[in-house]
Nanobody, 119 residues
C-alpha cells in the first residue's frame, strides 16, 4: 500500500524559506518518478514540480510560478522526496502534497503539509 507522509510545512514571511519532506513507503521509491502538488484555499490542485527516477534538480520539471525559487530533490537511500522553497511569496500559501509518479493524480491524496506565507 502506497503511503506518503508530508512534513516540514509551517509559517514563513515573504522572502523566507522552508524545506518540505515526503517519506515514502509501500513501494520501491527509487524506481518511481515523484511529484509535488499544492492546493491553495478555494482553488484546485496545482502541480509544482516533478522529478524522474534518476534525475537531479537540474533535470526536474517546475511550474512557471515556482521556477527559480523551488528545488526538488530525492534521497533514494532514505525513500524521501524534498522540496526546498526559497523566496516564498504569499501566493505560495497552500497545502502541499507529494505524489507517486510524474504529475499523476493519485487515487487519494495524503494529509499534506500546510505552508502559510504572510507578513
Amino acid at each position: 500500500q502506497v503511503q506518503l507522509v508530508e512534513s516540514g510545512g509551517g509559517s514563513a514571511q515573504p522572502g523566507g524559506s522552508l524545506r518540505l519532506s515526503c517519506k515514502a513507503s509501500g513501494f520501491i521509491f527509487r524506481d518511481n518518478s515523484m511529484s509535488w502538488a499544492r492546493q491553495a484555499p478555494g482553488k484546485g490542485i496545482e502541480w509544482v514540480s516533478g522529478i524522474h527516477v534518476y534525475s537531479d534538480a537540474a533535470d526536474a520539471w517546475y511550474a512557471d510560478s515556482v521556477k527559480g525559487r523551488f528545488t526538488i530533490s530525492r534521497d533514494n537511500a532514505k525513500d524521501t522526496l524534498y522540496l526546498d522553497m526559497n523566496n516564498l511569496k504569499p501566493d505560495d500559501t497552500a497545502v502541499y502534497y507529494c505524489a507517486k509518479g510524474l504529475l499523476v493524480i493519485p487515487p487519494k491524496w495524503g494529509q499534506g503539509t500546510q505552508v502559510t506565507v504572510s507578513s
